[in-house]
T-cell receptor
């Protein structure tokens, strides 16, 4: 099993809908997770971080962490065309500050 | 958020030459920085961990003699691609974290697109 796994997509949702992005992780990954958004040709930018079981909300974004099932998700409400990007899930492995990334899920928000 | 600056943002070089990429943490000190490479439509792949004042730690399969890393100060790490070849053409990105506990996020530089012709 890969340390951090994501469905590569593309995930296509209509404008205004909720986009749900999922990520699973192995035992080697520690219990802090991050969602990054990456536009084509650009470097990743942090969207959300989550460390505790449950939900964490920030504007239109909600991160969910379930440690028992080893998955973390990102919900984007009222999806906009500008949300179209690749979303990377990341968790710490090994050295405290070393992040391991999933392959990313490409999100397409259609008009 | 913290700012990490990477330079240059793009570079074109001839095959066989060397290219140096700089990564700076502008508003915090970073004992550790990370260098990633990303090929088109693929995920970030960690190349090496840059440690201030000591040798870098390279991931399996990354040639340390080809990708020279120097982390001479707490705010600057450099990656030099030596004797570059077309297959080294890629998007190189650095990152740095402010603290070293498990809850710290990584801040990324803008990335450097390297094209070797």
């Amino acid at each position: 099993q890969k340390e951090v796994e994501q469905n590569s997509g593309p995930l296509s949702v209509p404008e205004g809908a909720i986009a749900s992005l999922n990520c699973t992780y192995s035992d080697r990954v520690s219990q802090s997770f991050f969602w990054y958004r990456q536009y084509s040709g650009k470097s990743p930018e942090l969207i959300m971080s989550i460390y505790s079981n449950g939900d964490k909300e920030d504007g239109r974004f909600t991160a969910q962490l379930n440690k028992a099932s080893q998955y973390v998700s990102l919900l984007i409400r009222d999806s906009q065309p500008s949300d179209s990007a690749t979303y990377l899930c990341a968790g710490h492995t090994g050295t405290a500050s070393k992040l391991t990334f999933g392959t990313g899920t490409r999100l397409q928000v259609t008009l | 958020g913290a700012v990490v600056s990477q330079h240059p943002s793009w570079v074109i070089c001839k095959s066989g030459t060397s290219v140096k990429i700089e990564c700076r943490s502008l508003d915090f000190q970073a004992t550790t920085m990370f260098w990633y490479r990303q090929f088109p439509k693929q995920s970030l792949m960690l190349m090496a961990t840059s440690n201030e004042g000591s040798k870098a730690t390279y991931e399996q399969g990354v040639e340390k003699d080809k990708f020279l890393i120097n982390h001479a100060s707490l705010t600057l790490s450099t990656l030099t691609v030596t004797s570059a070849h077309p297959e080294d053409s890629s998007f190189y990105i650095c990152s740095a974290s402010r603290d070293f506990d498990l809850n710290t996020e990584a801040f990324f530089g803008q990335g450097t697109r390297l094209t070797v012709v």
